[in-house]
């Protein structure tokens, strides 16, 4: 027991030092959010002290009214003997280093002082069970009653609002905001990828069963943003994408990668594992807005997400981190996509609900804004894939299209009804199946490969094989009585005939 007591008690207590140099860099770059940071953490939320010392200085100096800069922040912490301490002038540059003047300083100063009432529960806990330890007696002496209180109010502090409401600037009349949809629709909502990803901050899953193609089909889409090319037949607009490749080893992505067009600055990997818990969500802002990116593109969800779930079927979880991705995503203006594996009951039709495709969590599906469903088209080893979406902004039936693995490229076969019946109609005229004799459907479906060795050819099979030999110039149509019933049969028309 003694040395499970010394072990927890090692265990560092709850921080996150990137998000406290980022609350004080937010302040340093834009004294305009100091006020907003002062009513959300004090001094004693820092955990570490040369941060306190910082955001000791930043207050004294906006206090009395005098500029927030390098210069001044020196002076200050140096009047007060502090300035080595925190690190000298190079840690306030590290402090200041790539912190935009727009960020979201309220987010992480919301972290800090989640992290600091964490801290301070653990430290009331800790105290509650040495003074036990150390006097067993203790607990008929109060010591409940007096944990109780102190955990009250740290509960309280945990869960306390601002008494002021919300913000009156926040808050827009209803009119307003019916005026400003009717605008949006006049003018369009702005697209990246025409009808496909909206141009907004908004985060989509790229589904699909594994091996199926996500990451190559994933790569070409971001080529073709990057450079302003048409893509599956969509207009684009010209965007800098940044690929968080988390999951594949740097071989393989550069492998997938190879048939990429694209110039120098356009497109950015990044090749090494990312977890997008706090952290790393920081990282990829910063990234975004240093970097001028209009797309993220991110794979895969089980990849960047591991040890954030409990389980995949933790709809709790799962909700809990696609909305902490979702606002990283509103907070960068442009959209995430981020690729992730599809169920082993995955829907093929063509109207399959693409928000129903995902693995694991219903929930996470539904919490993100849109889902882009990618399935096979003409079996697994085949090189065509259907494509369907649905969410915010996105409304798009099946699509199918063809992928050629010398060339890279991808060509759109049209809508999925067309591009089945051609592609049937491609399959009976190569297979031989109809000739100038009459055949049945049942005997054109069993050379195509359709009917099995004592099976019945299903009625959607039959309809498919219907549908790709009606209204066709060079097919003829004839009823025949067949074992003893009329059966319509189909023969290639030729010269003469």
Not at 123 to 132: F, G, K, M, T
Not at 189 to 205: E, K, S, T
Not at 236 to 259: K, N
Not at 421 to 447: C, F, Q, V, Y
Request: proline share 4%; charged share 20%; glycine share 10%.
């Amino acid at each position: 027991m003694a040395a499970s007591s010394a072990s927890m008690s090692d265990r560092p207590l709850p921080h996150d030092l990137d998000a406290e140099r980022a609350v004080l860099g937010a302040m340093i770059v834009n004294p305009a959010h100091v006020a907003e940071v002062q009513a959300l953490v004090s001094p004693s939320h820092f955990y570490r002290q040369a941060h306190q010392d910082i955001f000791d200085a930043i207050c004294e100096l906006a206090e009395h009214g005098t500029a927030i800069d390098s210069v001044t922040l020196n002076d200050c912490l140096s009047r007060h003997g502090k300035l080595d301490a925190v690190g000298g002038p190079a840690y306030l540059y590290q402090v200041v280093d790539g912190v935009p003047r727009s960020i979201n300083a309220a987010y992480y100063a919301e972290l800090v002082r989640r992290d600091a009432l964490a801290r301070e529960a653990v430290q009331l806990l800790r105290r509650s069970a040495d003074q036990i330890c150390t006097n067993p007696a203790v607990i008929g002496n109060g010591l409940p009653a007096a944990f109780q209180q102190a955990w009250d109010q740290v509960i309280t502090a945990a869960t306390a609002t601002a008494e002021a409401g919300l913000a009156e600037a926040d808050l827009t009349d209803a009119v307003d905001v019916a005026a400003e949809g009717r605008a949006l629709e006049e003018a369009g909502v702005p697209q990246l990828l025409h009808g496909i990803i909206p141009f907004l901050g908004v985060l989509g899953f790229l589904v699909a069963y594994a091996k199926v193609g996500k990451t190559t089909f994933g790569q070409a889409m971001a080529a073709a943003i990057a450079m302003g090319r048409v893509f599956l037949g969509h207009l684009t607009t010209t965007a800098r994408v940044l690929v968080l490749a988390a999951e594949d080893p740097p071989e393989y992505t550069a492998f997938v990668s190879r048939h990429l067009d694209v110039a120098p600055g356009r497109m950015t990997f990044y090749r090494k594992p990312i977890i997008l818990d706090n952290h790393g969500l920081a990282q990829v802002i910063a990234t975004v807005r240093q970097g001028g990116y209009g797309l993220v593109l991110i794979s895969s969800w089980q990849a960047v997400v591991r040890g954030l779930i409990g389980d995949e079927n933790d709809n709790a979880g799962a909700v809990r981190v696609v909305e902490d991705v979702k606002a990283a995503a509103r907070l960068t203006g442009v959209p995430w996509l981020v690729d992730a594996h599809a169920g082993k009951g995955e829907d093929h039709d063509d109207d399959a609900d693409p928000s129903r495709a995902m693995r694991g969590a219903s929930a996470a599906a539904g919490a993100a804004d849109f889902t882009l469903h990618l399935r096979y088209a003409n079996g697994a080893f085949g090189t065509q894939r259907k494509l369907s979406g649905k969410g915010r902004f996105v409304n798009f039936p099946c699509m199918t299209f063809d992928y050629d693995p010398i060339t890279g490229a991808f060509t759109v076969l049209g809508d999925s009804k067309g591009a089945t019946k051609e592609t049937t109609w491609r399959l009976i005229i190569e297979m031989g199946a109809l000739s100038t004799d009459a055949r049945s459907i049942a005997e054109i479906g069993r050379r195509i490969g359709f009917q099995k060795e004592g099976k019945r050819l299903s009625g959607t099979q039959r309809k498919q094989i219907a549908d790709a030999l009606h209204g066709r110039s060079d097919v003829g149509r004839v009823e025949e009585t067949r074992q003893g019933r009329k059966t319509m049969c189909y023969r290639l028309l030729g010269t003469g005939l």
